[in-house]
Nanobody, 127 residues
């Protein structure tokens, strides 16, 4: 059974940066669709950024474009989310997830398309 473990969350001030990591064990992330999602209290889980395919096609939610960058290191079997210029509205629990197959739903970073999930890491942006 594969496992995804997120790390790197924390409490930061507006304008600060954080880098989240998602380490996979039990399966490889190569060529899979991998995504970062977040869920704030009282809100639905939303796709933040996804990467998929051998050419690493990427998706970013409009709210994070230009501030967040997703990347993967296949040698480390790890996916990262670099978050810059953080805002209070970025506060949420961040999850990484993987999908076995690449579909239009994974390319569009829809949570329902991803079957393997990590436990989440809290990101709080507050002054």
């Amino acid at each position: 059974q594969g496992q995804l473990v997120e790390s790197g969350g924390g409490l930061v001030q507006p304008g600060d940066s954080l880098r989240l990591s998602c380490a996979a064990s039990g399966f490889t992330l190569d060529y899979r669709a991998i995504g970062w999602f977040r869920q704030a209290p009282g809100k639905e889980r939303e796709g933040v950024s996804c990467i998929s395919g051998s050419f690493d096609n990427t998706y970013y939610a409009d709210s994070v474009k230009g501030r967040f960058t997703i990347s993967r290191d296949n040698a480390k079997n790890t996916v990262y989310l670099q978050m810059n210029s953080l805002k209070p509205e970025d506060t949420a629990v961040y999850y990484c997830a993987a999908a076995k197959f690449i579909t239009s739903a994974t390319i569009n970073c829809l949570p329902r398309a991803f079957g393997s999930w990590g436990q989440g890491t809290q990101v709080t942006v507050s002054s």
